[in-house]
């Protein structure tokens, strides 16, 4: 089993602390890279870090018991569209390298259509394209609910909320033939 918190806010002892306190046997944080995930998971699975920079965290692992490798990238994307650039030419180069199953998960600071969101302006600086673009091209399948969940809010009240679906669970096509 294991965990991501996105957006901790906390020094590395504390997140070392709260990973044995919640019976985690093992975390990755790294502050000077990023900040911004950290994931704990116990002994049944050994992870080793894949790639790591400012928005993404991927770790290869393997399970113990089955000796099963899998992939898991989190992601704490950047407000902007420039930034979030590097996000997709990163995820597509994993894809090509990539032949396991591999799950990414996370807060893509992004709506892939307007029904995805409720409230506040409707202006599309071309982020939902380039969202779009990039899930097309990775052949990716979102396993997020379709039920027409929202997963943000700007915590205003009345006209002022807005709900956005930004958080998301992608899986590459061995995870959808070979997981449970």
């Not at 600071?109 to 307007?114: A, D, K, L």
Request: hydrophobic share 40%.
């Amino acid at each position: 089993m294991s965990l991501c918190i996105l957006e901790p806010k906390a020094a590395t002892k504390r997140i070392s602390m709260l990973s044995k306190n919640l019976g985690f046997s093992s975390h990755h944080y790294e502050v000077d890279i990023n900040h911004q995930i950290a994931i704990m998971w116990n002994s049944e699975i050994i992870l080793s870090k894949f790639y790591a920079d400012d928005q993404i965290v991927t770790m290869k692992a393997c399970h113990v018991f089955s000796s099963k490798i899998f992939f898991m990238s989190f992601i704490y994307a950047t407000c902007s569209k420039h930034g979030r650039r590097r996000i997709w030419e990163a995820l597509i180069d994993h894809n090509t390298q990539i032949k396991d199953p591999w799950m990414i998960g996370g807060d893509f600071n992004v709506i892939s259509s307007w029904a995805e969101k409720r409230g506040g302006r409707m202006i599309d600086d071309g982020s939902m394209m380039e969202f779009k673009s990039f899930i097309i091209q990775s052949g990716l399948t979102d396993i997020t609910s379709t039920d027409g969940s929202l997963s943000w809010t700007n915590n205003q009240q009345g006209a002022k909320r807005i709900y956005k679906k930004l958080d998301r669970v992608f899986i590459n096509s061995e995870a959808l033939l070979n997981l449970p």
